[in-house]
T-cell receptor, first 113, second 114 residues
Framework: AQKITQTQPGMFVQEKEAVTLDCTYD???????LFWYKQPSSGEMIFLIY??????QNATEGRYSLNFQKARKSANLVISASQLGDSAMYFC??????????FGTGTRLQVTL | ETGVTQTPRHLVMGMTNKKSLKCEQH?????MYWYKQSAKKPLELMFV???????ENNSVPSRFSPECPNSSHLFLHLHTLQPEDSALYLC?????????????FGPGTRLTVT
């Protein structure tokens, strides 16, 4: 079975600052994928970034980077230079050999002026 | 039209009604999914279709009935729902469902059962 834990129900960050959203996972699969999604108030889930369990380098996509620490089973999302439009719910998710995507409970990020 | 679209965006229905949710993907994917998102709960996978065949049904009550007539369209037929079925229903698609392929989501249908 897979499990995703997001311990921060809410986070605040000032505009232009960096913020880290925490995610830990648990799985018995040797090979798996980790994802982050953003969900604005409109409801749509927007794919942000992917990290494979065998990828040696941390994934980056623009202002998003994934701090992957395999031994600690953590996959934290780092958003650099926060913008007001980054205010949203952020979900960490994973999939393993069963191809089932398991989501965490999410972190609500609020970017302030 | 690009991406994944869902209609209607909002739906209010009584417990005795029958309605359908529609999802369409324009990404050339061959796997489609239905998820339920309730307040303060993780997204729950309901159904998975791969190449128009249902490959997963996560113990979903029979009052939810999926249909996938082709790889671009997915329906969720609803009948005799309960108030606890009120939620955001999200459709997604991927090139798969091979492992590790990201899923692309539609905007969701917010369902209220009265």
């Amino acid at each position: 079975a897979q499990k995703i834990t997001q311990t921060q129900p809410g986070m605040f960050v000032q505009e232009k600052e960096a913020v880290t959203l925490d995610c830990t996972y648990d799985t018995s699969d040797q090979s798996y994928g980790l994802f982050w999604y953003k969900q604005p108030s409109s409801g749509e889930m927007i794919f942000l970034i992917y990290q494979g369990s065998y990828d040696e380098q941390n994934a980056t996509e623009g202002r998003y980077s994934l701090n992957f620490q395999k031994a600690r089973k953590s996959a934290n999302l780092v958003i650099s230079a926060s913008q007001l439009g980054d205010s949203a719910m952020y979900f960490c998710a994973m999939t393993g050999t069963a191809s089932k995507l398991t989501f965490g409970t999410g972190t609500r990020l609020q970017v302030t002026l | 039209e690009t991406g994944v679209t869902q209609t209607p965006r909002h739906l209010v229905m009584g417990m005795t009604n029958k309605k359908s949710l529609k999802c369409e993907q324009h990404l050339g994917h061959n796997a489609m999914y239905w998820y339920k998102q309730s307040a303060k709960k993780p997204l729950e996978l309901m159904f998975v279709y791969s190449l128009e065949e249902r490959v997963e049904n996560n113990s979903v009550p029979s009052r939810f009935s999926p249909e996938c007539p082709n790889s671009s369209h997915l329906f969720l037929h609803l009948h005799t729902l309960q108030p606890e079925d009120s939620a955001l229903y999200l459709c997604a698609s991927s090139q798969g469902p091979r492992p590790f392929n990201e899923q692309y989501f539609g905007p969701g249908t917010r369902l209220t059962v009265t």
